[in-house]
């Protein structure tokens, strides 16, 4: 299990910080605020490898470089597929990302699937729960290889968060 920060750097993008994106195992990635895809491209890690995204929020600090990403990988010329994953009510958000983007339909050549995750699901070693925020938001548990990674986005006090954290390996915690 090999987690990379793509960005660490709360609500505003600094200097020296991206807003919140991490990768797991050059496959995976959670949230895309602003400024991650630049840290993404720094990396040089092949972005044909990443075959799924999460979205924790629709707040703009964990989901504004999600459509300048996905215009990337179409330059680059992705062919392999990409699934999207959001909370409740992600797909419509995601829909008036394209039109505020002008991005049409059949802009994207792979195969794009974009899904929502019911809080309390679980998707294959992925579970999640619903966080304490003033909008729907995700947090995440991966259980691979017998290790555990958790990552929450933005919340207060919140039990369930706690108990999806539960004997984790890694924590990673959203503190602006
Ligand atoms: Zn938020």
Redesign the pocket.
């Known amino acids: 299990m090999k987690v990379t920060f793509l960005g660490s750097g709360g609500s505003a993008v600094s200097e020296r910080r991206a807003c919140p994106s991490i990768m797991l195992d050059e496959s995976t990635v959670f949230d895309l605020g602003p400024g991650a895809l630049k840290n993404l491209r720094a990396s040089h890690i092949q972005t044909e490898k990443i075959r799924k995204v999460f979205i924790s929020?629709q707040?703009a600090?964990?989901i504004t470089d999600l459509i300048p990403f996905l215009w990337a990988i179409q330059i680059d010329g992705r062919q392999a597929p990409l699934e999207i994953y959001g909370p409740p009510g992600f797909k419509e958000i995601f829909t008036k990302l394209l039109e505020c983007t002008s991005t049409t339909d059949g802009f994207f050549k792979f195969p794009l699937t974009i899904s929502e995750i019911d809080f309390g699901a679980k998707l294959g070693n992925i579970s999640t729960c619903r966080t304490s925020?003033?909008?729907p938001?995700l947090a995440f548990r991966v259980e691979e290889n017998a290790k555990s990674f958790c990552y929450s986005?933005?919340t207060i006090y919140c039990p369930a968060v706690i108990e999806l954290a539960h004997d984790a390996d890694l924590l990673i915690h959203e503190a602006t």
């Open positions: 929020h707040h600090d964990h925020h003033s909008i938001t986005a933005d």
